[in-house]
Structure formats: structure tokens, C-alpha cells
């Protein structure tokens, strides 16, 4: 039988965002903020695989990784 991770009460993320924003937070923003994070995770592995490709390798790297950050991250910049 496979281990089920465990995933952070809503109550929990909620208080881990308000102490980083200093800021009230609405009641769906922690779902928000997840589906943002996959977004986000979805699209740097897009690009690193691109990147890869384009370098001839058959898998994704953490150098490729490391290399589209910066471009992915400026892409999700509020």
C-alpha cells in the first residue's frame, strides 16, 4: 500500500501567508495560491524540457531547470 503525503491544513497555509504579507487573507486563498504554484511548476517544466530538447538531452536537468527559472519566475511576477 503506497504512503499518502500529507498535505498542510488550510489553517496552517492560511496563517503561513498572512505572517509573509502582513495582510488579511480571504477564504478560497489558499486554494488560490496552490493552483497558482501548479500553474507555475507546470510551465517551468515546459520550458526546461524545451530547453532541454534543444540541448540534445533526453531528460530534464537541473541545469536546464536552473536556466528557465528566472525567465518563468518574471512570467508569474503580480
Do not use: C
Not at 486563498?29 to 500553474?39: E, G, K, S, T
Not at 511548476?41 to 538531452?57: C, D, H, N, V
Not at 531528460?59 to 527559472?69: D, F, M, Q, W, Y
Request: aromatic share 6%; hydrophobic share 35%.
Amino acid at each position: 500500500m503506497a504512503a499518502t503525503q500529507k498535505l498542510y491544513p488550510r489553517g496552517t497555509v492560511k496563517r503561513i501567508v498572512k505572517a509573509h504579507s502582513n495582510q488579511s487573507v480571504s477564504k478560497n486563498a489558499d486554494i488560490l495560491i496552490f493552483l497558482d504554484y501548479m500553474l507555475f511548476m507546470q510551465e517551468l517544466m515546459r520550458e526546461a524540457s524545451i530547453r532541454s530538447r534543444k540541448s540534445g538531452e533526453k531528460n530534464i536537468s537541473a541545469n536546464s531547470v536552473r536556466k528557465v527559472t528566472e525567465k518563468t519566475l518574471r512570467k508569474f511576477q503580480g
